[in-house]
Nanobody, 125 residues
Framework: QVQLVESGGGLVQAGDSLRLSCAAS????????MGWFRQAPGKEREFVAT????????NYADSVKGRFTISRDNAKNTVYLQMNSLKPEDTAVYYC??????????????????WGQGTQVTVSS
């Protein structure tokens, strides 16, 4: 069973940056496509970014392209989300998720097998 733990959220001002981390348990981290999702109050959980098993390919939601970067370090069982030029509309709980033998083009949260507990990101105007 894969366990995921997010960290790095916080309260920042518009234009600032944050780096989120997601630490995974186990020895099979390389078998999973990893994704980041977010959920604002009263809204559905939405896709943010995905990264392939070897880290060579990525996919982003249009709303974050050019501002966010997903990466992974398989030696450390960790996936990251670097968030730059943050906007108030980025405010949400951010979740990492693991998709066993998945595709980076899978952006529905229903397709992911494991989820972290989430970390709050709040961007003030």
């Amino acid at each position: 069973q894969v366990q995921l733990v997010e960290s790095g959220g916080g309260l920042v001002q518009a234009g600032d940056s944050l780096r989120l981390s997601c630490a995974a348990s186990g020895r099979t981290f390389r078998w999973y496509v990893m994704g980041w999702f977010r959920q604002a109050p009263g809204k559905e959980r939405e896709f943010v970014a995905t990264i392939s098993r070897n880290g060579d390919s990525t996919n982003y939601a249009d709303s974050v392209k050019g501002r966010f970067t997903i990466s992974r370090d398989n030696a450390k069982n960790t996936v990251y989300l670097q968030m730059n030029s943050l906007k108030p509309e980025d405010t949400a709980v951010y979740y990492c998720a693991a998709d066993y033998l998945g595709s980076i083009r899978t952006y529905s949260p229903n397709e992911y097998d494991y989820w972290g507990q989430g970390t709050q990101v709040t961007v003030s105007s």
